[in-house]
T-cell receptor, first 117, second 114 residues
Framework: GAVVSQHPSWVICKSGTSVKIECRSL??????MFWYRQFPKQSLMLMAT?????????EQGVEKDKFLINHASLTLSTLTVTSAHPEDSSFYIC?????????????FGPGTRLTVL | AQSVTQLGSHVSVSEGALVLLRCNYS??????LFWYVQYPNQGLQLLLK??????LVKGINGFEAEFKKSETSFHLTKPSAHMSDAAEYFC????????????FGAGTRLAVHP
């Protein structure tokens, strides 16, 4: 199957700082990437959908100015959490779709654990 | 709009016993259905998918699921549980026509005890 990586796998930052998370499709071209967040013992919540070269589409209730998404190439999307606060602490997971996917299949990254102090 | 309901947030079975994780969906158009597994602090791994072909779908690690349109169900089963099956399982739905977003169920935590 297709491989998606995320970097970093975990990050700890101080309140008020910004954090960038990278999502890469390693062996296929991802025309669409998705960003999810997952709170402990909960399901995945879709934050936004990004198509290469276009502005991301955010889900209702997700602040686009706080969670900046860039999908500048077919293999890389980034999520920047700006002015992070403790309530932004969560597990962030990206997924990518494209290449030979034929059935809307998304390939998931391993996730990034963000802790804001 | 599509939705997914997973009955039972926690399921506990003995090693070697049958595993049954329930998933019911709601969709106004023919759905695509997925089961994913998540181990602690990891991303999601696809177990199997239904994409309007065979209604009985076999996946990895001995899991299978049957699409039943009349019951709007897509339950996940495994004949004999293994300790390594302990994890969180998510059912998800989407519809055909491009890379539409997945709608996830709340998840079911499977515990396997000796």
């Amino acid at each position: 199957g297709a491989v998606v990586s995320q970097h970093p796998s975990w990050v700890i930052c101080k309140s008020g700082t910004s954090v960038k998370i990278e999502c890469r499709s390693l062996d296929f071209q991802a025309t669409t990437m998705f960003w999810y967040r997952q709170f402990p013992k909960q399901s995945l919540m879709l934050m936004a959908t990004s198509n290469e070269g276009s502005k991301a589409t955010y889900e209702q209730g997700v602040e686009k100015d706080k969670f900046l998404i860039n999908h500048a190439s077919l293999t890389l999307s980034t999520l920047t959490v700006t002015s992070a606060h403790p309530e932004d602490s969560s597990f962030y997971i990206c997924s990518a779709a494209g290449g030979t996917s034929a059935y809307n299949e998304q390939f998931f990254g391993p996730g990034t654990r963000l802790t804001v102090l | 709009a599509q939705s997914v309901t997973q009955l039972g947030s926690h399921v506990s079975v003995s090693e070697g016993a049958l595993v049954l994780l329930r998933c019911n969906y709601s969709s106004s158009v023919p759905p695509y259905l997925f089961w994913y597994v998540q181990y602690p602090n990891q991303g999601l791994q696809l177990l199997l998918k239904y994409t309007s072909a065979a209604t009985l779908v076999k996946g990895i690690n001995g899991f299978e699921a049957e699409f039943k349109k009349s019951e709007t169900s897509f339950h996940l089963t495994k004949p004999s549980a293994h300790m390594s099956d302990a994890a969180e399982y998510f059912c998800a739905v989407t519809i055909s026509g491009g890379y539409n977003k997945l709608i996830f169920g709340a998840g079911t935590r499977l515990a396997v005890h000796p």
